[in-house]
């Protein structure tokens, strides 16, 4: 499976913050905030990333992650000219992509929880069809909310409802199979010009090829997207971290526990950065 990272878009909502810098390269508490989902994706397995970005933005990322060797993967870089919809990705990524299934993850997007790894694999597990997450909350009115029945097929899925048909919401992070990129390439454009999620994961819907895992109490899905959000997630992370001493979505511990960068590699990561409290834990891990 290949793993596609979405790091476009202007940052409106968290202007003037994002006038010059893209918004995943803000912090999120001690690292930038595509530290985040580029943890996810290692933590599903995923070594093969794509990172689409704005041809502003692109360089930066390039500069920060490399090739991503010293995370045991692979990064290419995709330049997306103008936001166009999330689908776009699938269609910018269709060489990248090739004959395999992929993992399409927001990159403003941060989840924690003990059980995460568990349900990520799940998702990859599931080789037909597309795969959303429900995530319960108390405002459903506010995101695509998500219906199924009692054997986790959707049986319908509603943008911002009025009248909603569950508590799930659907975070940003969907799993599909190989038939997304065709799929990505038929649908029609949305009235705003952008070929939507929603269009993608309709047509799956109608094929009775939507599932749904569905996230329960010990994960956490924090959305950094507005002032709000950016300071609520980095006040979770900061909390966790200081209670437990355990790092919240640090790639190189994740490399390293699942054996795609060596002891040495970590050590040498830390050492980069001893100054910090960052490469401190860095190198503490490497001493275990």
């Given at each position: 499976m290949k793993g596609i990272i979405l790091a476009g878009g202007k940052g409106t909502r968290l202007y003037p913050m994002t006038f010059s810098v893209s918004k995943q390269l803000l912090p999120v508490y001690d690292k930038p905030m595509i530290y985040y989902p580029l943890s996810i994706l290692l933590l599903a397995?995923?070594?093969?990333?794509?990172?689409?970005?704005?041809?502003?933005?692109?360089?930066?990322?390039?500069?920060?992650?490399?090739d991503g060797s010293k995370f045991g993967i692979s990064i290419t870089y995709v330049v997306q000219p103008e936001p166009k919809g999330l689908a776009e990705a699938f269609v910018l990524c269709e060489d990248f992509i090739g004959n395999d299934s992929v993992c399409l993850i927001l990159g403003d997007n941060v989840f924690y929880g003990q059980t995460l790894s568990v349900l990520l694999r799940k998702a990859v597990d599931i080789k037909e069809g597309a795969t959303v997450f429900g995530y319960p909350v108390?405002?459903?009115c506010s995101f695509g909310v998500v219906e199924f029945d009692a054997d986790g097929k959707v049986i319908s899925i509603e943008e911002k409802p009025a009248?909603?048909?569950?508590?799930?919401?659907?975070?940003?992070?969907?799993?599909?199979?190989?038939?997304?990129?065709?799929?990505?390439?038929?649908?029609?454009?949305?009235?705003?010009?952008?070929?939507?999620i929603t269009s993608v994961n309709d047509v799956y819907l109608k094929q009775g090829k939507l599932n749904v895992i569905?996230?329960?109490?010990?994960?956490?899905?924090?959305?950094?997207?507005?002032?709000?959000?950016?300071?609520?997630?980095?006040?979770?992370?900061?909390?966790?971290?200081a209670r437990q001493g355990y790092y919240v979505c640090c790639p190189e511990e994740i490399a390293w526990r699942n054996k795609y960068i060596d002891t040495e590699q970590l050590l040498k990561s830390g050492k980069a950065l001893k100054g910090t409290e960052y490469g401190k834990y860095l190198i503490s891990l490497a001493k275990e």
């Amino acid at each position: 499976m290949k793993g596609i990272i979405l790091a476009g878009g202007k940052g409106t909502r968290l202007y003037p913050m994002t006038f010059s810098v893209s918004k995943q390269l803000l912090p999120v508490y001690d690292k930038p905030m595509i530290y985040y989902p580029l943890s996810i994706l290692l933590l599903a397995g995923i070594r093969e990333i794509a990172l689409i970005s704005t041809p502003y933005d692109i360089d930066d990322y390039r500069n920060l992650l490399g090739d991503g060797s010293k995370f045991g993967i692979s990064i290419t870089y995709v330049v997306q000219p103008e936001p166009k919809g999330l689908a776009e990705a699938f269609v910018l990524c269709e060489d990248f992509i090739g004959n395999d299934s992929v993992c399409l993850i927001l990159g403003d997007n941060v989840f924690y929880g003990q059980t995460l790894s568990v349900l990520l694999r799940k998702a990859v597990d599931i080789k037909e069809g597309a795969t959303v997450f429900g995530y319960p909350v108390m405002n459903p009115c506010s995101f695509g909310v998500v219906e199924f029945d009692a054997d986790g097929k959707v049986i319908s899925i509603e943008e911002k409802p009025a009248q909603p048909k569950s508590n799930y919401a659907v975070p940003g992070l969907y799993f599909y199979d190989n038939s997304v990129v065709e799929i990505a390439k038929s649908v029609k454009p949305s009235p705003r010009g952008e070929l939507e999620i929603t269009s993608v994961n309709d047509v799956y819907l109608k094929q009775g090829k939507l599932n749904v895992i569905l996230m329960g109490r010990g994960v956490a899905w924090l959305d950094t997207g507005s002032p709000e959000g950016l300071l609520g997630a980095a006040e979770f992370v900061e909390a966790i971290q200081a209670r437990q001493g355990y790092y919240v979505c640090c790639p190189e511990e994740i490399a390293w526990r699942n054996k795609y960068i060596d002891t040495e590699q970590l050590l040498k990561s830390g050492k980069a950065l001893k100054g910090t409290e960052y490469g401190k834990y860095l190198i503490s891990l490497a001493k275990e």
